[in-house]
């Protein structure tokens, strides 16, 4: 292992025995630790069965003491769909939501607390209910004959890619004439024409819009599709929407849906937008849950961790990595972890000590799981309560099993038990908050300490040095770092499953229990 100045050793062991962070001194900057939230699913507030922005308004205080800084809100524009991926206004809120106003409100209360907001931008495709689809299509059933669409006419029939071929099974007849129209995800979900310069400058509108409501950044969908199979295309305009966005709000942040391998991932890079979802680490088979799982190494994963820096920072030095354990199109992480709430906190402990802006689905942190491979039953109600009846519980998408028994207790009951997931998911968010390294450093492998279930990583943020070292083994482990520039610092904190565990540090020598995390 490098070794470093002796002056850099003295600073970090003067840091190490005077200074302990607050929340107020982690830095104001685009790094934030996320929770994903359908709307639809999470708490609800006028009895209709349905979430809505005052339910998330009502669980701020929650999120925030969680240790949460950022909201990402799933889709909330008007849709005839219930997960509102198909949007027919791009400027308003879907009415089962609330309105405008409810969002304003959200915004505001969202900042007031420190969080930042930012909410699902669908562009690759609008609704087939749109007024900009429902006009072209109106237009084409209207040409004679052999005539071609004209755009000085119709702008809309510019707005969506038209053909009179099929060009694959993804392009779909125009009820009434010869054309076909590309959708990639659908019928009802028509592609919009992204090398439209009338229709960028909606985009603009639109961005400007949410922008002066108050949102502090876009999770951009489908990324890789905005031309299939045209990286190039899809990364120019990816840099085109942040650079206008930024034009707005300095502070602007953006991730994106690249659902692909890390090559293709890194290739996103090369937009200069800030961040793209790490897939490759997430799921069932990801480099996080294997670790936790116990079927892959913890020693793979921070050597994956280190190798993906190098790889997307070799393409945009300035990128914010985006890791996660699943999203709203996945099994849950609990499946794949069987429930157990052991493996459940190392999962979390893993993915909240990495760097970059982490993102927790709603109910992760209470170790939900989904029900079989629906899209519906993967955003069941978040389990507010064991009592289905308690003020707030939505009934979740139409059909979704919402009877679902979950094997974990409630959010009410895990917050009542200092040894939950809940807690655990508290302690090391709190730990994340107050350590801006571990969100911001840049991470070396020792490789001399690694092996299947021990590793060791120091992370570097502008000569401020940390180490972690993870015990993702079932056994209680002593790991020697003499020899080591580890035993210059001394113990900032600690992730042990259970809240009475303790990592002790002494003469160069951790002692550290089944599944631990020490910082």
């Known amino acids: 292992m490098r070794k470093f100045s002796f002056a850099i050793l003295f600073s970090l062991l003067c840091c190490c025995l005077t200074a302990r962070f607050s929340f107020a001194d982690t830095p104001d900057d685009l790094y934030r630790n996320y929770y994903e939230i359908f709307v639809y699913s999470y708490y609800d507030t006028d009895g209709d ?55 304003q409100s959200l915004t505001d209360a969202c900042h007031e607390r420190g969080i930042r ?11 087939s209910e749109h007024p900009w689809f429902l006009e072209a299509c109106d237009y084409l059933r209207s040409l004679a004959d052999g005539k071609e669409p004209d755009a000085a006419q119709c702008p809309y029939v510019a707005y969506y890619h038209f053909s009179k071929e099929t060009v694959s099974d993804a392009w779909h007849p125009v009820d009434g004439t010869e054309w076909f129209y590309e959708g990639s995800f659908g019928p009802h979900m028509p592609d919009l024409n992204l090398g439209c310069e009338d229709l960028k400058k909606e985009i603009e509108k639109i961005a400007s819009f949410w922008i002066e409501k108050g949102v502090d950044g876009f999770r951009i969908d489908a990324a890789l599709h905005f031309e299939e199979s045209s990286t190039d295309f899809n990364v120019e305009t990816l840099n085109w929407l942040y650079s206008y966005c930024l034009q707005e709000d300095p502070d602007f942040y953006m991730v994106s849906e690249v659902w692909d391998g890390e090559q293709i991932i890194a290739g996103y890079y090369a937009s200069q937008t800030p961040s793209m979802f790490d897939f490759p680490l997430s799921g069932a088979e990801g480099a996080l849950c294997k670790a936790a799982r116990g079927d892959g190494s913890v020693s793979k994963l921070v050597k994956t961790m280190q190798r993906l820096e190098e790889l997307y920072g070799g393409v945009y030095p300035a990128f914010i990595d985006a890791p996660f354990l699943t999203n709203h199109d996945q099994p849950r992480i609990a499946n794949a972890l069987s429930g157990d709430p052991d493996a459940l906190k190392i999962a979390g402990g893993l993915l909240l000590m990495m760097g970059g802006n982490p993102f927790v689905y709603y109910g992760e942190e209470i170790g939900m799981k989904s029900d079989g491979k629906e899209d519906e039953n993967k955003r069941l109600p978040m389990n507010w309560s064991s009592d289905p009846e308690a003020k707030g519980i939505t009934a979740g998408p139409p059909n979704c099993n919402k009877d679902y028994e979950q094997k974990l207790p409630s959010q009410e009951e895990q917050l009542e038990d200092p040894d939950s997931v809940l807690h655990y998911y508290k302690r090391a968010l709190e730990l994340r908050n107050r350590v801006p390294e571990i969100a911001r450093g840049k991470t070396e492998v020792v490789e001399d300490l690694c092996d299947r279930t021990q590793a060791v990583i120091i992370k570097n943020r502008n000569d401020s040095y940390i180490g972690i070292v993870y015990n993702t083994g079932d056994e209680a482990v002593q790991i020697d770092v003499n020899g080591t520039d580890l035993i210059y610092g001394q113990l900032e904190g600690a992730l042990t499953l259970h809240p009475d565990e303790q990592i002790l540090y002494e003469n160069g020598i951790l002692e550290m229990p089944a599944r631990s995390i020490a910082v």
Do not use: C, R
């Open 49 to 103: 069965g349905i979430g809505d922005l005052k339910g998330v308004e009502e669980k701020l205080d929650y999120i925030a003491d969680m240790g949460f800084t950022g909201i990402w809100l799933m889709p909330v524009m008007p849709s005839p769909s219930y997960h509102k991926y198909d949007v027919t206004d791009y400027q308003d809120i879907d009415p089962q939501y609330g309105s405008l106003a409810d969002f």
């Open 117 to 127: 907001l930012i909410i699902d931008l669908v562009m690759n495709h609008s609704s």
